[in-house]
């Protein structure tokens, strides 16, 4: 294209779109339930984007320069992809119209299944705790521009006297996500599809020229991910062609790759060589690059600002980082180095807060205010901000120097551990005992933890952090749900027994309300997937434990039952995970920390009489580091600290762990190595994909690959359950499998649970009889 329009000097890559107060959560939710239409969802989304883009042009993105980033999305940016170039499975063709289009209520089908529907698998969005939905693509994918919503968004920003930059996923990242359909041949890759999916994203930044966009965003964060199974050279060479492709349009915007959650390394010569006009570096996960040739003929958008975490951080050295690329091309611009969905709105919303921590803070709002106080010290030089970065570095020292923040009692436990504080023992002489002690059947059934979450309990606990009610008269409430919880699982005939969770409001901010080191928010919300939202707590201390957490929900629980309860704890890497950590010093030092007092609540629990314990894991894989390199060593401290918390307990107390939604496959060897005597993990939406892995790896410890899949509200029947079931037999000794949902129960409701869980009990007594048919006479 001839005259490329200027790129703003300061610029986000995306914000949260849920809404300040989770508006578009309930939006949605209502028009799942039926209470809102169609029309009405619309226009609340229509409503929330026309706010946001008032709120950040407030913040100092302006209006008309393409600084704003229009990247809303109704449940997911993968799926939007999915619908704009019509890859919908064709498992759901009844879904789509003539044209390729899909309704709202089809596109929420894709998300979430509905009836006989199930629906597309989910997985964690590179090393986030955002889940993204896989596209299934095949020979037969007949990609079209499908969808114009993103151009009509565009629009309707127009009209409100914006110049918005529109967003997608670009072609190579949306390819390397996606996953071959069914009926694909088996030497089949999406990527082989690129060249038919080019003239659809072409089709699309076409429409976008003519509808006046100056620039577009394609997000390509696979290029910094060396976890991608296609060979790099095949990765490289298909971001050369599609950029040479969409390059030479003559009709198009600016084109900007955003390149999140890493360094683009081998990427960035084939990037700087292509015709795009901009590229973004992430500055807080990488370093500044070499100079390339063709580097400097291209705007570098200096991703220095954290998008990732809550910190305020050091903003004179990010300053710093984005002056040195003025190096490497005279047209740099600030950014944040990935989309502000991963951080709640704003910290001013926080009253509960100390003022010294909100101090240390920054949130999406203070985030876009760092990006354009750095963009004016870009342009009218470091003189002009000088206030601001002196006021972020004292922020700094006044961190370090908190009381809190260094403890020496907990640091002096933690350098005096030794090699026999992280291991059991051998787990041959641990399954012995467990089966003595246990008694359990073949087939063991279970739950992952949590039990629904109704009304009713979210009002009492609600009620009783507001003081009208009494800590006696909570504590009776959720015994009696307990109790009911109790008996609804011995009367369906599951074998281990738990507690269901009512007290809890998450599973980490409610030990991170009960350790030293912690603080939580109160409008913190940050998506994970769809509609769930959560409120990551924030460790911004060295971490202990006053006293017991679960101990006396869990003896309540087994005085109830005869049959063995299962006490229920948080990981220490899905603690970190889930939070937002501090940055002051190595995620493993901190993961020791949380592991210690873990390890004493476990050690409360076995005391108790609690036999049966489960540490989950669930965000192994996600922490996992994009660039192999720096696997070893993460690996080591994930692991190191679960073992670390587990460590403790005699040979007769079983040890659980959960893990989901987490490729298992690439972690399978470190899940082996957590040595828990039984692993749940996620297998429904892939069909029971991660049996060939444990086959492949010899995995002999305890296994529970989940038969139900509990994030879509459709009911398995007992024939789906029984397949699942026979497959996982037919690939894993039936003396290692259990059986088990995929997750917890607390986002469903009571009577899809009930009918789920009494499926899942019929098609496990149908497989215990075809298994003991097998038996010798």
């Known amino acids: ?77 993968v799926l939007d992809a999915l619908c704009t170039v019509g890859a919908v499975p064709t498992r759901f063709a009844g879904l789509v119209d003539a044209d390729g289009r899909i309704d709202l209520a089809g596109y929420f089908t894709l998300a979430r299944g509905e009836g006989e529907h199930a629906p597309l698998e989910m997985t964690k969005w590179f090393d986030s705790n955002y889940h993204y939905l896989v596209p299934e693509i095949g020979p037969e994918t007949d990609f079209r521009l499908a969808s114009d919503r993103i151009v009509r968004e565009f629009e309707e920003a127009r009209a409100a006297g914006f110049l918005t930059r529109p967003v997608i996923v670009g072609p190579v990242t949306f390819l390397l996500l996606s996953k071959p359909s069914d009926g694909a041949p088996a030497d089949f890759q999406p990527l082989d599809r690129l060249g038919d999916l080019l003239p659809v994203y072409a089709a699309l930044v076409s429409r976008l020229a003519a509808a006046g966009a100056d620039w577009v965003q394609l997000d390509e964060p696979a290029l910094v991910s060396e976890s991608i199974e296609t060979p790099r050279a ?117 009253s509960s807060l100390g003022a010294d921590l909100k101090g240390w803070l920054a949130f999406a709002d203070q985030k876009v205010g760092q990006v354009a106080a750095l963009a004016l010290g870009l342009a009218d030089g470091r003189a002009a901000i000088q206030p601001v970065l002196d006021a972020a570095t004292a922020a700094l020292e006044a961190r370090r120097t908190a009381p809190g923040v260094r403890d020496g009692a907990v640091r002096s436990r933690a350098e005096a551990l030794t090699e026999a504080d992280f291991s059991r023992g051998d787990y041959a002489i641990r399954l012995a005992e467990q089966d003595k002690a246990l008694g359990l059947p073949l087939l063991p059934t279970t739950t992952i933890g949590s039990f629904p979450q109704t009304g009713e309990i979210r009002r009492a606990r609600a009620q009783f952090l507001k003081g009208t009610l009494t800590a006696d008269e909570y504590r009776d ?124 609540e476990i050690a409360d629990l076995e005391a108790a009489g609690i036999g049966v314990v489960q540490v989950d894991e669930p965000a192994l ?131 899809e649970t009930v009918a789920s869980l009494r499926n899942m009990l019929e098609a496990t007594r149908i497989v215990r009889a075809e298994l003991g048919a097998r038996q010798p006479a």
Not at 567 to 578: R, S
Not at 681 to 688: D, G, L, N, Q, V
């Open 234 to 350: 095949e990765v490289l060479g298909a971001v050369e062609f599609a950029y040479a492709t969409l390059g030479r349009l003559a009709e198009r915007p600016a084109i900007f790759v955003a390149a999140p959650y890493g360094s683009l390394d081998d990427a960035l010569p084939v990037l700087a060589g292509s015709p795009v006009e901009a590229i973004g570096l992430d500055l807080v996960r990488g370093s500044i690059p070499a100079a390339v040739p063709g580097l400097s003929e291209k705007t570098l958008v200096a991703g220095v600002i954290d998008g990732h975490n809550i910190w305020r951080g050091d903003l004179a050295g990010a300053f710093d980082a984005a002056a040195r690329l003025l190096d490497l091309s005279p047209n740099v611009a600030v950014s944040t180095s990935t989309s502000l969905l991963h951080v709640p709105h704003d910290v001013e919303d926080e």
């Open 477 to 600: 409430l959720m015994r009696a749900e307990i109790s009911r919880v109790v008996d609804l699982q011995e009367e369906i005939g599951l074998d281990v027994i738990v507690h269901g969770e009512p007290e809890r409001n998450d599973m980490v901010q409610y030990f991170a309300e009960n350790l030293d080191g912690f603080a939580v928010t109160e409008n913190g919300w940050v998506q994970s997937y769809g509609s769930r939202c959560t409120r990551p707590s924030i460790l911004w201390g060295d971490v202990s434990r006053p006293k017991a957490i679960t101990v006396e929900w869990s003896s309540y629980t087994q005085g109830l039952t005869a049959k063995p309860v299962k006490g229920m704890l948080t990981g220490p890497v899905t603690i970190l995970a889930w939070s937002f950590v501090r940055d002051d010093q190595p995620l493993g030092d901190t993961a020791r920390q949380v592991a210690l007092a873990l390890r004493d």
């Open 621 to 751: 894989r996600e922490l996992l580091p994009l660039k192999k390199k720096d696997h070893a060593a993460y690996l080591d401290w994930s692991v190191g600290s679960f073992r670390l918390a587990t460590a403790g307990v005699a040979a007769r107390t079983q040890i659980h762990t959960h893990l989901c939604y987490s490729e298992f496959g690439v972690v399978i060897d470190a899940i082996r190595n957590l040595d828990a005597d039984v692993t749940s993990i996620e297998a429904a939406r892939s069909r029971m994909e991660v049996v060939g892995d444990i086959q492949s790896h010899g995995f002999d410890h305890g296994i529970g690959p989940g038969v139900w899949d509990i994030h879509s509200p459709r009911v398995p029947s007992v024939a789906e359950l029984t397949e699942l079931l026979e497959v996982a037999v037919a690939g894993i000794p039936a003396r290692q499998l259990w059986v088990n949902p995929d997750c917890g129960l607390k986002t469903r409701g009571y009577e």
């Open 1 to 77: 294209m001839t005259n490329t329009p200027a790129f703003p000097t300061g610029t986000i890559l995306g914000y949260p779109r849920i809404g300040r107060r989770r508006e578009l959560k309930k939006a949605v939710e209502a028009f799942w339930a039926g209470s809102l239409s169609a029309d009405d969802l619309e226009a609340t989304a229509a409503g929330l984007r026309q706010s946001t883009r008032e709120r950040l042009a407030g913040l100092g993105l302006a209006r008309a320069d393409s600084s704003i980033p229009e990247s809303f999305s109704y449940y997911d940016q």
